[in-house]
């Protein structure tokens, strides 16, 4: 017989498990052969425990070292964002208003810009 699994006196195999760290048994189904319910048990066994479950098969994935990072490919480049007419309206008078070098001016600009995406320029 398998891990977790108990045959049912009309022919049935009923799998559960118990969760070592809640103490909690979770009913997995009942399945037409043992080996069906075994591997109900596995994947619960893996989805609690990780790499230390105890399992009735040997499954090799589940032990196979995380790919390096180097072999993944790089992630895509995020978006540029697109300015709609309106905002570009906005951009075109804020640059005509007089500029003093100031850095408050800069933030300043830049918040509005941000306000700016929602159409309305109203300074």
């Known amino acids: 017989m ?3 699994v108990r045959k049912r006196p009309w022919g049935r195999y ?5 969760n070592p760290y809640t103490k909690e048994r979770h009913w997995l189904g009942t399945f037409d052969t043992a080996e069906e319910a075994a591997i109900a048990y596995d994947l619960s066994s893996i989805k609690i425990c990780g790499i230390n479950a105890r399992t009735n098969f040997h499954y090799p994935f589940v032990s196979l070292p995380p790919l390096p ?8 480049p995020p978006p540029t964002p697109e300015l709609d007419p309106s905002v570009e309206v906005c951009l075109e008078m804020m640059n005509a ?4 070098g100031d ?7 830049s918040i ?7 159409g309305n320029c109203s300074f």
């Not at 509005?112 to 929602?118: A, G, V």
């Open 2 to 4: 398998y891990l977790g």
């Open 14 to 18: 009923a799998a559960e498990i118990r």
């Open 69 to 76: 990072m180097s072999s993944l490919p790089p992630p895509p």
């Open 97 to 100: 208003a007089s500029y003093d």
């Open 103 to 109: 850095d408050e001016s800069l933030v300043i600009a």
């Open 112 to 118: 509005l810009q941000s306000f700016s995406n929602s």
